[in-house]
Nanobody, 120 residues
Framework: QVQVVESGGGLVQPGGSLRLSCTAS????????WGWYLQAPGKQRELVAS???????DYANSVKGRFTISRDNAKNTVYLQMNSLKTEDTAVYYC??????????????WGQGTQVTVSS
């Protein structure tokens, strides 16, 4: 069974930094796109950043220039470096690993989420 596990969340002051990590097991992650999503209380889950199997990245406008996504296929791990954090970044952050199979079916695997709280 595929497992996706996030770590690195916590409490940080505005302007501070955090680094989230996400590790997947039992899948060939080199074929997958990784994504980080956030979900604030009472709101829908939204994409923060993604990185494709060949390293192309995409970011939500709200985090461009502050967050950086990277991947290490050898470690089956993706990272989200978050700098210049703002109170509005407070949310549960979820890691997603997904791909579209040759059949056209999409498969997605999600982590359990890690809380990020930005507060003074």
């Amino acid at each position: 069974q595929v497992q996706v596990v996030e770590s690195g969340g916590g409490l940080v002051q505005p302007g501070g930094s955090l680094r989230l990590s996400c590790t997947a097991s039992r899948i060939a992650v080199s074929h997958y796109t990784w994504g980080w999503y956030l979900q604030a209380p009472g709101k829908q889950r939204e994409l923060v950043a993604s990185i494709t199997h060949d390293g192309n990245t995409d970011y939500a406008n709200s985090v461009k220039g502050r967050f950086t996504i990277s991947r290490d296929n050898a470690k089956n791990t993706v990272y989200l470096q978050m700098n210049s954090l703002k109170t509005e970044d407070t949310a549960v952050y979820y890691c997603n690993v997904g791909r579209v199979l040759s059949s056209g079916q999409r498969v997605d695997y999600w982590g359990q989420g890690t809380q990020v709280t930005v507060s003074s």
